[in-house]
């Protein structure tokens, strides 16, 4: 590398502190290791995430898009939590040291990063095949980290902001309109959503596999059987639009249910606090639709709104079912 990895890092990833304004770093990057206060009335919640190219992002997509969606992937992970995202460590491998490349993707990250206020603490720059990796820290009342666990026979099942906007994008390519292409390579997290729902869901996922295998790892958890309701699935204008310019509505409705990278949060709610989890989660962004009902009956049983059963084909079913038999 042109560069070496201490300039890299330097030039492109250590930055002021004030950027977070977080005063809970007491050391950030340039030491052997991070150290951070943990306030003593919380939890700490850990998760990790690698995107390899041409495997989570395809080929094509841009470093900014690429910094963003790094991220982006691990503060949804801490919003199915509940979490409050606090800090991170990075670690990119490159195949070669791209100061272009680089500020591209250290701004789409940063981007996101300082929105939220968390702090990037560490990590490294290797050469290999691009993938980059980010652990990412947060911050939950002690004891209140919500879980996959707890969907009971009743609750209501939601879905934040509208599903298939990603799907339609991979599957449309270069063809995709702008909206949904944005939606694919600048996913928002709905670290909002998360922390609104603290004491209030019954069971959290974010979806990364697409509704149907995410709601499937949910049913291992708790109660094993839900209805969903095809029609009420939400869809952005720009979904509907490429929806109808296909024609088929399976298509439409397969995408919806059975692709990734959408990063909304899935949720059960028992029914007496429905109407207080919608008021809360009202005014934040994306909002939230009642899709469906945990039953005691297990399996995922599709229904249009005649009561008519809808049965899935995409590859988001299939890991369904491999996941439940
Ligand atoms: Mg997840």
């Known amino acids: ?11 492109f990833f250590d930055r002021p502190q004030a950027a977070t304004g977080r005063d809970d770093v007491v050391l ?8 951070v206060t943990v306030p003593e009335d919380c939890d700490l919640v850990l998760c990790m995430d ?8 395809p080929e094509a997509t841009s470093p ?7 991220l982006a992937v691990n503060l ?3 919003a199915a939590m509940g979490a409050e995202p606090a800090w991170f460590t990075l670690s990119v491998t490159l195949p070669a040291a791209d100061a272009d490349w680089l500020a591209a993707f250290a ?7 300082d929105h939220y206020r968390v702090q990037l603490i560490g990590g490294d720059v290797t050469r290999g095949p691009l993938s980059v990796t980010v652990q990412a820290h947060g911050l939950v009342p002690r004891g209140e980290a919500l879980r996959r666990a707890g969907a009971a026979a009743g609750d ?8 298939g906007d990603a799907g339609m994008a991979l599957r449309q390519g270069v063809q995709a309109a702008p909206a949904l292409r944005q939606r694919l390579d600048f996913p928002s997290p709905r670290v909002e959503a998360g922390l609104a729902l603290r004491g209030l869901a019954s069971a959290v996922i974010d979806i990364s596999d697409g509704l149907l295998a995410d709601l499937g790892h949910l049913l291992e958890a708790g ?16 979904f509907a639009a490429a929806a109808a310019t296909n024609g088929a509505e399976n298509v439409h409705y397969d995408i919806a249910l059975t692709a990734g990278d959408d990063y909304e949060l899935c949720f059960t709610v028992p029914p007496d606090r429905c109407a207080e989890a919608e008021s809360r989660l009202a005014g934040l962004p994306g909002g939230c639709t009642v899709v469906g009902v945990i039953e005691a009956h297990p399996g995922i049983r599709c229904r249009r709104r005649d009561g008519s059963s809808w049965v899935p084909t995409g590859a988001g079913y299939q890991h369904f079912r491999n996941g439940n038999g």
Request: net charge negative; no cysteine.
């Open 1 to 11: 590398m042109a560069l070496s990895e201490f300039e890299l890092i330097r030039r």
């Open 28 to 35: 950030g990057i340039g030491d052997d290791a991070a150290v």
């Open 50 to 57: 690698t995107l390899v190219a041409g495997v989570h992002f």
């Open 64 to 70: 900014e898009a690429i910094g963003h969606k790094a």
């Open 76 to 78: 949804s992970d801490l």
């Open 107 to 113: 701004r789409g990250m940063f981007r996101l990063a």
């Open 156 to 163: 209501r099942i939601y879905v934040t902001g509208t599903l």
């Open 223 to 238: 109660d094993p059987g839900a209805e969903l309701q095809v029609d009420a699935l939400p869809a952005s204008a720009g």
